[in-house]
């Protein structure tokens, strides 16, 4: 198993400006790459796949669209390693006009928290130096945080899990890179 999914806290990092595809780094508080995920700019389909690291000969993760032009699209998240589909993830579209909020699905495709944003995306997406703020809503299993850091270069977001957290840290990675990809494209 990849260190990535046993970490309750690590950064992504991402360059500001991209012009040609992105490239997404998760580090440890050490500036230690731990896992890695290049995307492409013009994809007509989403296709996202996390890597263990830089050489991309490791695949672990892979986020597939379910359609091509969805604005509420559903994301499914698979384990490269296993296979196995682990869960889902659909953007509440119109929630997300003011503030990004996204369903997270279980492998049956039943809601059990939410992605939400905490700051004001709107108003962010047109002055992008605003951080970025998200907390992940679960039942009785509050106090997962994404925290963009100010950066007017490099967009630096910094993800705590409170330890023993239950939720399948492969889906927190997961929905984060997913998250940071979209808010790529917005901003």
């Known amino acids: 198993m990849s260190p990535l999914f046993e970490m309750d806290q690590y950064l992504i990092q991402t360059k500001f ?7 997404f780094w998760f580090k440890d508080l050490q500036g230690n790459v731990v896992a890695y995920s290049k995307q492409k700019r013009f994809k007509i389909k989403e296709d ?3 890597y263990a690291d830089e ?4 695949a672990l993760l892979q986020i597939k669209a379910r359609s091509v032009l969805d604005l509420a699209s559903t ?3 698979f384990d490269l390693s296993t296979n196995e589909h682990i869960g889902s993830v659909k953007r509440n579209f119109m929630k997300s006009i003011i503030k990004d909020s996204w369903k997270l699905l279980d492998v049956n495709g039943n809601q059990y ?3 939400i944003e905490d700051s004001i995306a709107i108003l962010r997406r047109f002055i992008p130096l605003i951080p970025a703020k998200f907390h992940f809503e679960i039942p009785g299993h509050e106090g997962i945080t994404i925290h963009q850091q100010f950066n007017p270069i490099i967009r630096k977001s910094l993800l705590t899990i409170p330890p023993g957290h239950p939720m ?5 990675a997961a929905i984060t890179l997913l998250n940071s990809a979209i808010e790529g494209r917005q901003g």
């Open 48 to 50: 996202i796949v996390l």
């Open 113 to 115: 928290g939410e992605l």
């Open 55 to 58: 050489s991309c000969t490791v």
């Open 168 to 172: 399948d840290r492969r889906m927190i």
């Open 75 to 77: 994301y499914d998240i």
């Open 17 to 23: 400006l991209r012009i040609l595809g992105g490239a």
